[in-house]
């Protein structure tokens, strides 16, 4: 059974404090993806990795960087976290190498949720 | 680029009542699409995939190319049926993410 983890379940920052959210699979996952999921927005891509120390940028990108220094670990960074960065966060992993079918299936972690003050 | 529409932000159906949900969607491609749920203080987990054509909790979701349509239906609406539903396309072409919607909430009245 697939495992996705994320380090906190919720957290309380401070603008312009930075921040880190941890994420770890267990099931040897190629691809590795950060969204923020907001009412009324759904799921928005962040970044994603499609292996170690690789990274492509998602849909919402701004204010926001990634770190994958071993396959089983994405790490978001929210540099200077600002109060619009509030939201629920959502890391995900998948199996596949792009386009191979079958494979794409995304398993989620139980997200954490951001509150910046 | 590919998106992912689903007009309803919240839908709320009677206990045995008949669900649609509804979702389009635009790529020129082949896609392949998804119906992914997230239950209260649950994780979001896949629901089911058009290639499997299967049902799941009584759910199905036919895939209608001429309409661009992927709509989940049930016949019969349970209240642990309340959720939020994503739909979700995957191009395959190069890509590896999931262009998702924006989600409905089901609420199934008792």
């Known amino acids: 059974d697939v495992k996705v983890t994320q380090s906190s379940r919720y957290l309380v920052k401070r603008t312009g404090e930075k921040v880190f959210l941890e994420c770890v699979q267990d099931?040897?996952?190629?691809?590795m993806f950060w969204y923020r999921q907001d009412p009324g927005l759904g799921l928005r891509l962040i970044y994603f990795?499609?292996?170690?120390?690789?990274?492509e940028k998602g849909d919402i990108p701004e204010g926001y960087s990634v770190s994958r220094e071993k396959k089983e670990r994405f790490s978001l960074i929210l540099e200077s976290a600002s109060t619009n960065q509030t939201s629920m966060y959502l890391c995900?992993?998948?199996?596949?190498?792009?386009?191979?079918?079958?494979?794409?299936?995304?398993?989620f972690g139980p997200g954490t949720r951001l509150l910046v003050l | 680029a590919q998106r992912v529409t689903q007009p309803e932000k919240l839908l709320s159906v009677f206990k045995g009542a008949p669900v649609e949900l509804k979702c389009n969607y635009s790529?020129?491609?082949?896609?392949?699409l998804f119906w992914y749920v997230q239950y209260s203080r649950q994780r979001l987990q896949l629901l089911l995939r058009?290639?499997s054509r299967e049902s799941i909790k009584g759910f199905t979701a036919d895939l209608n190319k001429g309409e661009t349509s992927f709509h989940l239906k049930k016949p019969f609406a349970q209240e642990e049926d309340s959720a939020m539903y994503y739909c979700?396309?995957?191009?395959?072409?190069?890509?590896?993410?999931?262009?998702f919607g924006k989600g409905t909430k089901l609420s199934v009245i008792p």
């Open positions: 990795s499609y292996d170690v120390k690789m990274k």
């Open positions: 979700a396309l995957y191009t395959g072409a190069g890509s590896y993410q999931l262009t």
């Open positions: 790529y020129s491609g082949s896609p392949e």
């Open positions: 058009h290639i």
């Open positions: 995900a992993s998948s199996l596949a190498a792009s386009g191979l079918r079958g494979q794409e299936t995304q398993y």
């Open positions: 099931m040897d996952h190629e691809n």
